[in-house]
C-alpha cells in the first residue's frame, strides 16, 4: 500500500468552526488531491496540488482551502465549518499514472 | 463537460454467479481508465487499470475490464463472484491533460448473497 495517512480520522465539530486536516504521504510523489465523498455522488474534488506551494481548485472548492509548504504534507482546511461539509474526506497521491488514496476522515458537522 | 456514468448503483448477485458493472464516459479522446473498489469504512483501493495496449485488463483477484473506444465503455466483469467481493466500485477516468486528475463515477454498490 502506498504511504499515505489521514489525521484526525474522525471529528466532530460545529458549524462556524475551522476545521484542518493532515494528509501526509512517504512516497514523494509530486501530485496531492483532497476528494470529498458522498452517497450518490462518488468522489469530487476539492483542491488539489502539483508541487510545493502550487496548489489549484478543483469542482467543489467552495469554503475549502488547502496548504503544501512540504512535499510530504498537504493540509485542507474548512474556514468556518458548515453542516454541508459533512462527508467523508479522502487524501490521493499519485505518480505519473495512477492515484493511490489514503484511509479517509469522516467529519461530522452540528 | 467531460462525465463517467455508472450505469447501476447497486447490483445484487448469488455468490458463484457471474456479474458486469457498467461504465461509460463522455469523450472519445485520449484517456486513461481506472477501476477502484472500497470496502466498507475503507478507502479506495486500485482494483485495474487501462493505460495503453491490450483493450483486456485483468487484476490479480479475477476481475476483468474491456476497454471500447467505439462505445466509450471500461465495463467490469467477474465470472464467478464471492462474498467477499461485496464492496462499492468506482469507476474513473484521466483525460489528457495536466495534474494526473480523475473523474469518477458515481459507484456501484455490489452486493453478494449466499
Known amino acids: 500500500d502506498a504511504g499515505i495517512t489521514q489525521s484526525p480520522r474522525h471529528k466532530v465539530t460545529e458549524t462556524g468552526t475551522p476545521v484542518t486536516l493532515r494528509c501526509h504521504q512517504t512516497?514523494?510523489?509530486?501530485?496531492m488531491y483532497w476528494y470529498r465523498q458522498d452517497p450518490g455522488h462518488g468522489l469530487r474534488l476539492i483542491h488539489y496540488?502539483?508541487?510545493?506551494?502550487?496548489?489549484d481548485k478543483g469542482e467543489v472548492s467552495d469554503g475549502y482551502s488547502v496548504s503544501r509548504s512540504k512535499t510530504e504534507d498537504f493540509l485542507l482546511t474548512l474556514e468556518s465549518a458548515t453542516s454541508s461539509q459533512t462527508s467523508v474526506y479522502f487524501c490521493?497521491?499519485?505518480?505519473?499514472?495512477?492515484?493511490?488514496f489514503g484511509p479517509g476522515t469522516r467529519l461530522l458537522v452540528l | 463537460a467531460q462525465s463517467v456514468t455508472q450505469l447501476d448503483s447497486q447490483v445484487p448477485v448469488f455468490e458463484e454467479a457471474p456479474v458486469e458493472l457498467r461504465c461509460n464516459y463522455s469523450s472519445s479522446v485520449s484517456v486513461y481508465l481506472f477501476w477502484y473498489v472500497q470496502y466498507p469504512n475503507q478507502g479506495l483501493q486500485l482494483l485495474l487499470k487501462?493505460?495503453?495496449?491490450?483493450?483486456l485488463v485483468e487484476s490479480i483477484n479475477g476481475f476483468e475490464a474491456e476497454f471500447n473506444k467505439s462505445q466509450t465503455s471500461f465495463h467490469l466483469r467477474k465470472p464467478s463472484v464471492h462474498i467477499s467481493d461485496t464492496a462499492e466500485y468506482f469507476c474513473a477516468v484521466k483525460y489528457s491533460g495536466g495534474y494526473n486528475k480523475l473523474i469518477f463515477g458515481a459507484g456501484t454498490r455490489l452486493a453478494v448473497h449466499p
Open positions: 490521493a497521491i499519485s505518480d505519473s499514472e495512477t492515484q493511490y
Open positions: 487501462y493505460l495503453s495496449g491490450s483493450t
Open positions: 512516497e514523494n510523489h509530486r501530485y
Open positions: 496540488s502539483y508541487g510545493v506551494k502550487d496548489t
